[in-house]
């Protein structure tokens, strides 16, 4: 069982940067492939960017690519969002996942390969 705590969330004026935070509590952190996703309101959940075990691998959707990089510390079993250059767009909850697995390939942009979920944490950028 793995507990996902999301941070960093807030009211950003557009151009401006968070990073979000994502705290693992367990021994195996490294084993899992995280990911981050959002939902905006009256909209689907969707992925964002996803990182490797040992973060050697990233992937990322169209739409934030350039803008927002995903890195991991297996040491202190956390994953990060660092996102810039924010746009009206880019609000939503966010949320990051957790998935167990052998193969990096571009399904860990989907939903259905994550195991376990965070609670979300609330970004708002205003124009």
């Known amino acids: 069982q793995v507990q996902l705590v999301e941070s960093g969330g807030g009211l950003v004026q557009a151009g401006g940067s968070l990073r979000l935070s994502c705290a693992a509590s367990?021994?195996?952190?490294?084993?899992?492939?995280m990911g981050w996703f959002r939902q905006a309101p009256g909209k689907e959940r969707k992925f964002v960017a996803a990182?490797?075990?040992?973060?050697?691998?990233?992937y990322y959707a169209d739409s934030v690519k350039g803008r927002f990089t995903i890195s991991r510390d297996n040491d202190k079993s956390t994953v990060y969002l660092q996102m810039n250059s924010l746009n009206s767009e880019d609000t939503a909850v966010y949320y990051c996942?957790?998935?167990?697995?052998?193969?990096?390939?571009?399904?860990?942009?989907?939903?259905?390969?994550?195991?376990?979920w965070g609670q979300g944490t609330q970004v708002t950028v205003s124009s």
């Open positions: 367990g021994r195996t952190f490294s084993s899992y492939a």
């Open positions: 990182i490797s075990w040992n973060g050697g691998n990233t």
């Open positions: 996942a957790a998935g167990r697995g052998s193969t990096w390939s571009s399904s860990w942009g989907r939903a259905m390969r994550y195991d376990y």
